[in-house]
């Protein structure tokens, strides 16, 4: 347990829905990453909120979106689903020091 | 624009030999580069990490070299062990300015398989 939940680990859904994905930080961390790992693709960064505040954005569609709460977890919101949104979604989260990031186990997303 | 490239999606080792995985960027504002390692079903945990200000870090049968004038690094694993079969990502990270957001640029990640 890396100390990072993320929930559901699966989520089906058709496309043109919409569906939010939560993920709880590790203790005392206050930033929250988001990214998606397409087949056969390498981790790509969504977005990064610290203490609230959304601090970076990388390539984020205009259909997503996310927040964090107060009390620190994030939610990542996607909307208009496509089939391509198809991908695990990883949620990470980090004090700054120099072992960089904590991942949670993901979620699966399929767009049917 | 990939900043962080690995441009072997995939190694075969046999157990006991030695595996290097091999990491290229571009942006030398970089200020620390780090591996991870993902199993299947699970996310990505993190290895070993190296400060650009140092060549080479160790830490038990895992060492990562920098190579900073020619933008490279490299994950060493000797000896090799069938356990040792995930997924490894190279990162490397943006320093902190003022204004900006310390973040993670992650290669695309390389299969290793060590055979028995």
């Known amino acids: 347990d890396s100390g990072v939940t993320q929930t559901p680990k699966h989520l089906i859904t058709a496309t043109g829905q919409r569906v939010t994905l939560r993920c709880s930080p590790r203790s005392g961390d206050l930033s929250v990453y988001w990214y998606q790992q397409s087949l056969d693709q390498g981790l790509q960064f969504l977005i990064q909120?610290?203490?609230?505040?959304?601090?970076a954005k990388g390539n984020i569609l205009e259909r997503f979106s996310a927040q964090q709460f107060p009390d620190l977890h994030s939610e990542l919101n996607l909307s208009s689903l496509e089939l391509g949104d198809s991908a695990l979604y990883f949620c990470?989260?980090?004090?700054?020091?120099?072992?960089?990031?904590?991942f949670g186990s993901g979620t699966r997303l399929t767009v049917v | 624009d990939q900043q962080v490239k690995q441009n072997s999606p995939s190694l075969s080792v046999q157990e006991g030999r030695i595996s290097i995985l091999n990491c290229d960027y571009t942006?030398?504002?970089?200020?620390?580069f780090l591996w991870y390692k993902k199993y299947p079903a699970e996310g990505p945990t993190f290895l070993i990490s190296i400060s650009s200000i140092k060549d080479k870090n160790e830490d038990g049968r895992f060492t990562v070299f920098l190579n900073k004038s020619a933008k490279h690094l490299s994950l060493h694993i000797v000896p090799s062990q069938p356990g040792d079969s995930a997924v490894y990502f190279c990162?490397?990270?943006?320093?902190?300015?003022?204004?900006?957001?310390?973040?993670?640029?992650f290669g695309s990640g390389t299969q290793l398989t060590v055979l028995p």
């Open positions: 990470a989260s980090s004090d700054g020091g120099s072992h960089g990031y904590t």
């Open positions: 990162a490397a990270r943006t320093p902190l300015f003022s204004g900006s957001a310390r973040q993670l640029t």
């Open positions: 942006n030398s504002m970089f200020d620390y």
């Open positions: 909120y610290y203490n609230g505040e959304e601090r």
